[in-house]
Structure formats: structure tokens, C-alpha cells
């Protein structure tokens, strides 16, 4: 059975960091990228940052850009996401998702429809 377990969220202050981790088991995914997803209440699902299937290349939607990374780490089938300097307007449900393609070199991840494979999620409030 495939799965994508997050974890790493919690309660912050503005400005505080987390460290989000999000760990697949049931197959490998070193041949797909990997995204981050968020939604808030009321809010449609969105995208926040994704990462290559080499690790090579990183994308991120504007709002989080410079204060986001993401990374992974094929060894341990992990994909992480960085947040530092966080914004009340960061809280939200906090996804990962795997690509549907494999060793896919384009630039367009941003579709939540490209994603197959979802975790189930890890709160993130940022309080001010």
C-alpha cells in the first residue's frame, strides 16, 4: 500500500520557523517530483513549492518565495519543506503529493491534478 505520511506541523508564532517532513513508503518515488499543497479555511487547495524528480530544480508560489525551501532526500524516500519567517496568513493544512510522470524535466507542477499519490496532512496555525 502506498502512503505519504507528513508530519512536522504545529502551533507558532510569526516569524517562527517548522520543518515539515513527508515520508512515502510502499514504492519508491525517486522518479517523480514531489509538491506541497495548502489549504486553508474556506480556501481552495493550492499549491506551495515543488522539487524535481533529480532534486535539481525547485518551484515555489510567489507568496512563499525566499522564506520556503524544499528538499529531499531519495535515500529515505523523504521530501521536507523549510518554513521559516512564517505569516499568520501561512496557516493551513499542509499537503504532500507525488507526480503522476516519471523523470519528468518541464517546469509546470503548479496543477493539483498532475499529483496521484496525497498525504493526509499536518496542521500549521501561525498565530501573530
Known amino acids: 500500500q502506498v502512503q505519504l505520511v507528513e508530519s512536522g506541523g504545529g502551533l507558532v508564532q510569526a516569524g517562527g520557523s517548522l520543518r515539515l517532513s513527508c515520508a512515502a513508503s510502499?514504492?519508491?518515488?525517486?522518479?517523480?517530483?514531489m509538491g506541497w499543497f495548502r489549504q486553508a479555511p474556506g480556501k481552495e487547495r493550492e499549491f506551495v513549492a515543488a522539487?524535481?524528480?533529480?532534486?535539481?530544480?525547485?518551484y515555489y508560489t510567489d507568496s512563499v518565495k525566499g522564506r520556503f525551501t524544499i528538499s529531499r532526500d531519495n535515500a529515505k524516500n523523504t521530501v521536507y519543506l523549510q518554513m521559516n519567517s512564517l505569516k499568520p496568513e501561512d496557516t493551513a493544512v499542509y499537503y504532500c503529493a507525488a507526480d503522476r510522470r516519471t523523470f519528468y524535466g518541464g517546469s509546470t507542477y503548479y496543477g493539483r491534478e498532475l499529483y496521484d499519490y496525497w498525504g493526509q496532512g499536518t496542521q500549521v496555525t501561525v498565530s501573530s
Open positions: 522539487i524535481s524528480w533529480s532534486g535539481g530544480s525547485t
Open positions: 510502499g514504492r519508491t518515488f525517486s522518479r517523480n517530483a
